[in-house]
């Protein structure tokens, strides 16, 4: 599985962003994909993931409510996922990677997810 993910970008408070995560390959629809970030200085952390069908989502509680993945499976060899983020907060402000799991269901565990693609970067100015 490959991913790579886009739509960064610079965006003031209260504004919002969609991120695109394609995942390509033979075995994409065999897995959870997830949204990570990691800010300067800080540790990487869970946002949301969505389940190998797109029916089941979870979220971090820091962004519950104003975050929502989706997942097009209508391509058997390019799955993509969105994170379309609202009511954006300086907080939000880090470098977003996309990840693929085996997990059957969304799980927030870095050490669950084994390919990660390149981050694209969301800064939200006060």
């Known amino acids: 599985v490959q991913l790579q993910a886009s739509g960064g970008g610079l965006v003031q408070t209260g504004g919002s962003l969609r991120l695109s995560c394609a995942a390509s390959g033979r075995a994409v629809t065999q897995h959870t994909i997830g949204w990570f970030r990691q800010a300067p200085g800080r540790e990487r952390e869970f946002v949301a993931a969505?389940?190998?069908?797109?029916?089941?989502?979870?979220?971090?509680n820091s962004v519950k409510g104003r975050f929502t993945i989706s997942r097009d499976n209508s391509n058997n060899t390019v799955n993509t996922v969105y994170l379309q983020m609202n009511i954006l907060k300086p907080e939000d402000t880090a470098l977003y990677h996309c990840?693929?799991?085996?997990?059957?269901?969304?799980?927030?565990?870095?050490?669950?997810?084994?390919?990660w693609g390149q981050g694209t970067l969301v800064t939200v100015s006060s």
């Open positions: 969505v389940s190998r069908s797109g029916l089941t989502p979870g979220y971090a």
């Open positions: 990840a693929a799991s085996l997990a059957q269901l969304p799980t927030l565990l870095v050490r669950d997810y084994s390919v």
